[in-house]
């Protein structure tokens, strides 16, 4: 018997540093949202804890090392008749220089106001939206 209920949780990682956050560019052959900016994280995988699957996104992603502090947004969307349930995550840097995988292709440090004038994920733009600095 299928489940009656399912969501997707994306889990999401906002790095700061200073006013800036670090931001990255979906590659083109990515689905969903192709060349949309969005912050570095993925999808837990079966019996992974959130802050376990966090850290391995993140590093797969980046190859950054992050502190997981605490969750600090969360957002819904139904896509391609999916329920997805995005949590971000207050993070810093541990260790590590970033160099992106495939998956992405440009990162950048970006302040909130400059992030609202780019081409963003839908989650994303909500978060900013409320954000006020």
């Known amino acids: 018997m299928q489940a009656k209920y399912f969501f997707i949780i994306p889990q999401k990682a906002c790095i700061r540093k200073g006013n800036k956050f670090l931001i990255v560019k979906r590659s083109l052959d990515e689905d969903p949202y192709p060349g949309y900016w969005d912050f570095p994280g993925g999808k837990l995988e079966k019996g992974e804890s959130a802050e376990k699957g966090l850290h391995r996104e993140v590093f797969e992603e980046t190859q950054l090392h992050v502190n997981v502090k605490k969750p600090i947004f969360c957002y819904t969307e139904v896509l391609k008749e999916k329920n997805l349930l995005f949590i971000v995550y207050d993070c810093s840097i541990k260790n590590g220089k970033i160099k992106l995988s495939s998956e992405h292709s440009e990162y950048q440090w970006a302040t ?14 909500a978060f900013f939206r409320i954000q006020k600095n």
């Open 112 to 125: 909130r106001k400059e992030i609202l004038q780019l081409k963003a994920e839908p989650y994303m733009k």
